[in-house]
Structures are given as structure tokens and as C-alpha cells.
């Protein structure tokens, strides 16, 4: 579980949805999180999912499961500028978390 | 509750000198946490405690560095004569119990010149 991967920049426009790609190693992974940090600060918990699921779903945002390809997906509908941020997948470990290296998300308003 | 808090959010310390930060919990979360996030990069485990007890490190928690959980409340983490490599963010995050989500502080930036 110390390879988790995601892609270093995206850029959507203001009201277009967002999708975050991530990979991950451990299919023992009970759990998979999504984490948010805006500049300057630490991690704010966004969502996160089941490793039996194939799917959450919190207001704007959507989390999808494929567990077969050990690919997680977290997708922000109607973005705002205020989403702008890093976005970090992570999976659980023995006894802590590994991180990917984020994903930039830039919103053109 | 007002979540994880971190203690001082930034420090500049010149090169050899001890540095000392404070991490307080979420009250009554059993599992504490020391992460470390260098520019561009992911947080990366150090540490971890279930109360007081110190139960693993990680390689990356050299022989400068030491965390201590007295009473299984705040924790520490300390780091010896420091080096220019140590400049990161330190962050912290508790959990109520191993399969709860982590929670984490603002964390501490560390600048090391």
C-alpha cells in the first residue's frame, strides 16, 4: 500500500463537474478517503468509501470503486472556485494512511 | 470540539538547533498520528500511538527525532539538531480507534536555514 498514484494538475471552468483519478495497491484496503488542502493548511476529510461498495454519493460529490483495477474516482459536480485546492486519495494501511502526491484542481472562473 | 489543534503553525529554527511542536487531539480519540509533508509530496507517516503507548515508526523517523503521548492526551514530537532536510510541514491527526477516520490539524511549518 505505499504506491498510491494520481495526476498532478487539472483544470476545469466554473459549473463544469470535476473528475480526480487515483490508483492504488492494496486490495486489502478496507477503506479509501479523499482528503481536501487549500494553501497553508492541513487536511480536511471530504468523503470517503467502503471497500464493498462501488459507489457514494455526498451532495456534489460522487465517489466511484473499481476494485478490480484498484481505481478510485472522485468527481465534484457544478465546481466552484471555492473547490480550488489539492485533492489527496488515500488507503488505509496497517496502521496509517498512504498518500498519493495530489491532485491540483484550478477552477477558471 | 474544536478539532485537532497544532502548536506553533510555523517555525524558523537555524541548522543544529532542537525543535519541539504540540499536537492536541480530538478529546477522547485513542490514536494519535505524526505525518510529514514535504513540498509537492503527500503526507508520510511517522508515527503513531494508541494512547500512550508509541506502537510504530516509520523508517523516515530518524534517531534525531523522538515523539512522546505522557498521559495518552497531547503529544510531542521533538527533533534534534535539526538539518536543512527536515524543513516540511508536520502534521498531526487523531482517530477515535484504528478504523475511524483520521482527523488532522492545521500543522506545523517547519523552515530549517
Known amino acids: 500500500g505505499e504506491d498510491v498514484e494520481q495526476s498532478l494538475f487539472l483544470s476545469v471552468r466554473e459549473g463544469d463537474s470535476s473528475v480526480i483519478n487515483c490508483t492504488y495497491t492494496d486490495s486489502s484496503s478496507t477503506y479509501l478517503y479523499w482528503y481536501k488542502q487549500e494553501p497553508g493548511a492541513g487536511l480536511q476529510l471530504l468523503t470517503y468509501i467502503f471497500s464493498n461498495m462501488d459507489m457514494k454519493q455526498d451532495q456534489r460529490l460522487t465517489v466511484l470503486l473499481n476494485k478490480k483495477d484498484k481505481h478510485l474516482s472522485l468527481r465534484i459536480a457544478d465546481t466552484q472556485t471555492g473547490d480550488s485546492a489539492i485533492y489527496f486519495c488515500a488507503e488505509v494501511g496497517a496502521n496509517n494512511l498512504f498518500f498519493g502526491t495530489g491532485t491540483r484542481l484550478t477552477v477558471i472562473p | 470540539d474544536t478539532g485537532v489543534s497544532q502548536d506553533p503553525r510555523h517555525k524558523i529554527t537555524k541548522r543544529g538547533q532542537n525543535v519541539t511542536f504540540r499536537c492536541d487531539p480530538i478529546s477522547e480519540h485513542n490514536r494519535l498520528y505524526w505525518y510529514r509533508q514535504t513540498l509537492g509530496q503527500g503526507p508520510e507517516f511517522l508515527t503513531y500511538?494508541?494512547?500512550?503507548?508509541?506502537?510504530?515508526k516509520s523508517r523516515l523517523l530518524s534517531d534525531r527525532f523522538s515523539a512522546e503521548r505522557p498521559k495518552g492526551s497531547f503529544s510531542t514530537l521533538e527533533i534534534q539538531r535539526t538539518e536543512q532536510g527536515d524543513s516540511a510541514m508536520y502534521l498531526c491527526a487523531s482517530s477515535l480507534t484504528k478504523m475511524d477516520e483520521q482527523y488532522f490539524g492545521p500543522g506545523t511549518r517547519l523552515t530549517v536555514t
Open positions: 500511538f494508541q494512547n500512550e503507548a508509541q506502537l510504530e
